[in-house]
């Protein structure tokens, strides 16, 4: 169906017999998007499937499919140049996306302003259903005043976030209704939403959404715990908030993104000291594959905190275990 230059179409993968679906869905991606690499959970029967709306300046594409990995690599990105964005947002199940060295797990009521010129890994469960709206870089960079492209997880769930994940969804369900004009006013007024929620991502977070970013923050550390550059920096940058919102959250459960840390490295030890399977490394190697720079910082810490040295505690698992507290 066309209106003027704005189109509307469908494809799934049922159009081709199964086992060449994964092969048709690679080149129907591409064809749209820009060139990048599929890593498929299964390959002899995949089924995917995406609607289509665009103009010759704005593009919506509602998609769903098993399970997937999407990479665009160094060497795509200098071979097949797109500096557009991507305005990534899942309406079911969970996607996770790597970029400039960060880990960004995107569920509904997340986002994620995604840029095609760096390097970047995205893969999604057999659950997931998103929208992907590709926005001219001009058009971001302009408004926030940019030269270098920018890539940053956004809250959708509620707030003005919430009338972003809304318009999209509506815009979809209009499909059929608008026209080209249209289209691309309401897609426009999408970016200039978009670009406030970027800017305003240094302000305090509402405090009815505090418990939340706290429990996303102690999974973040629970998972990354043993890498001994994570620091309240690092977590933030990692999930798309900035320090303070990270500091706010947990504030307001009664610690910091420094203590937090230093408590779930030491409960990473505590928990080794008593496994079988970590006897055989020494308190130094303990300290070092927990994110501790020394088997001295781990020992005054975990002191302070449990009131014995890990030698103590690993000896009262494992009585003819000899290691002193600092070996």
């Known amino acids: 169906m066309a209106l003027g230059t704005y189109t509307v179409s469908s494809c799934t993968t049922q159009d081709v017999t199964s086992r060449d679906r994964a092969e048709f869905w690679s080149a129907h991606v591409t064809s749209y998007q820009s060139r990048m690499s599929y890593r498929y959970a299964r390959t002899d029967d995949f089924h995917a499937g995406t609607v289509r709306q665009h103009t010759d300046t704005y593009q919506l594409v509602q998609w769903w499919s098993e399970t997937i990995e999407y990479t665009r690599t160094a060497r795509q990105t200098r071979h097949a140049p797109d500096e557009d964005y991507r305005l ?7 996607m996770v996306l790597r970029q400039d060295e960060r ?3 995107l569920a509904p009521g997340t986002g994620s302003l995604l840029t095609f010129s760096t390097p970047f890994e995205l893969s999604q469960d057999a659950s997931a ?6 926005i001219p870089a001009q058009e971001v960079n302009g408004r926030l005043n940019r030269s270098s492209p920018l890539a940053v997880r956004l809250g959708l769930g509620s707030g003005l976030g919430r009338v972003v994940g809304d318009m999209l969804a509506v815009l979809h369900e209009e499909r059929a209704t608008l026209t080209s004009s249209e289209f691309d006013a309401v897609a426009e007024r999408l970016v200039e939403l978009v670009c406030l929620l970027v800017v305003g991502d240094d302000r305090p977070t509402p405090s009815g959404r505090l ?3 706290e429990t996303v923050v102690r999974r973040y550390v629970r998972e990354h715990v043993a890498d001994p550059r994570l620091n309240g920096a690092t977590v933030a940058r990692s999930l798309g908030w900035s320090l303070r919102q990270v500091q706010l959250a947990l504030q307001h459960a009664g610690t910091t993104p420094s203590e937090l840390i230093r408590e779930e490295r030491l409960r990473l030890v505590k928990n080794r000291l008593r496994t079988p399977a970590y006897r055989h490394m020494t308190i130094t190697d303990l300290a070092h594959a927990s994110g ?4 001295s ?3 005054t810490a975990f002191r302070r905190r449990f009131g014995v040295c890990p030698r103590d505690m ?6 003819s275990d000899g290691d002193t507290c600092g070996s």
């Open 88 to 94: 990534v947002l899942p309406v079911s199940g969970e």
């Open 103 to 105: 880990e960004l797990r």
């Open 129 to 134: 259903r998103a929208f992907i709206l590709s």
């Open 211 to 213: 418990p939340e970013v």
């Open 292 to 295: 501790f720079s020394s088997s």
């Open 297 to 299: 910082a781990l020992s």
């Open 314 to 319: 690993r000896r009262a698992g494992f009585p």
